[in-house]
């Protein structure tokens, strides 16, 4: 079965340079989700996207934004990299489903580390 | 967004039941209660939701009171591999797109 795809698995960047990463999710999702999860931390919730349109907004800083584009697929732009940025990046997807409401898929994560 | 409140870890033996409870006072009528896993470096994994009672799969069983204010995820005969730390998630996908994970509990399975 298809699984929520994230590119690139590993980025290397230095700071106060800019990093692009791509989610793509399950065929027929129609809802993105974005994570930042630090080491040994919990997954923090930086933004979500429902057909195509923003839909709410966690601890992305300002320096960060999303998007959601036609076929669905998601991508965050970060710039301005700090070290504090290392991190583990998520993106998940979900149906808007009457019952499986809660469900979603997680892809297996972009490392960002920022030197 | 109603808050969550779980043990910051757990220890158990393998063949053991294990439950985690979670609190979640301020749970609205129309929010689920979902269980996430999630494995070192990877994505968090659905395991299980729930509205009320009891509900089970084939790898858990979710109990729910009847206030709802608190949920318990039950995982029978544990073996090593569910070393994980278990997240317990409040909210409705259906209704909006804000899923925030609290901080969850870490189980260690040991031999």
């Known amino acids: 079965a298809a699984g929520v795809i994230q590119s690139p698995r590993h980025l290397i960047k230095e700071k106060r340079e800019t990093a692009t990463l791509k989610c793509y999710p399950i065929?027929?999702?129609?809802?993105v989700y974005w994570y930042q999860q630090g080491p040994g931390q919990d997954p923090q919730f930086l933004i979500s996207?429902?057909?195509?349109?923003?839909?709410d907004k966690g601890s992305i800083p300002d320096r960060f934004s999303a998007q959601q584009f036609s076929d669905y697929h998601s991508e965050l732009n970060m710039s301005s990299l700090e070290l504090g940025d290392s991190a583990l990046y998520f993106c998940a997807s979900s149906p808007r489903d009457r019952v499986r409401r809660t469900e979603a898929f997680f892809g297996q994560g972009t490392r960002l580390t920022v030197v | 967004l109603a808050k969550t409140t779980q043990p910051i870890s757990m220890d158990s033996y393998e063949g053991q039941e294990v439950n985690i409870t979670c609190s979640h006072n301020n749970i609205a009528t129309n929010d689920y209660i979902t269980w996430y896993q999630q494995f070192p470096s990877q994505g968090p994994r659905f395991i299980i939701q729930g509205y009320k009672t009891k509900v089970t799969n084939e790898v858990a069983s979710l109990f729910i009171p009847a206030d709802r204010k608190s949920s318990t995820l039950s995982l029978p005969r544990v073996s090593l591999s569910d070393t994980a730390v278990y997240y317990c998630l409040v909210g409705d996908l259906y209704n909006n797109n804000d899923m925030r994970f609290g901080a969850g509990t870490r189980l260690t399975v040991k031999p």
């Open positions: 996207f429902y057909e195509k349109m923003q839909s």
């Open positions: 065929p027929r999702h129609d809802t």
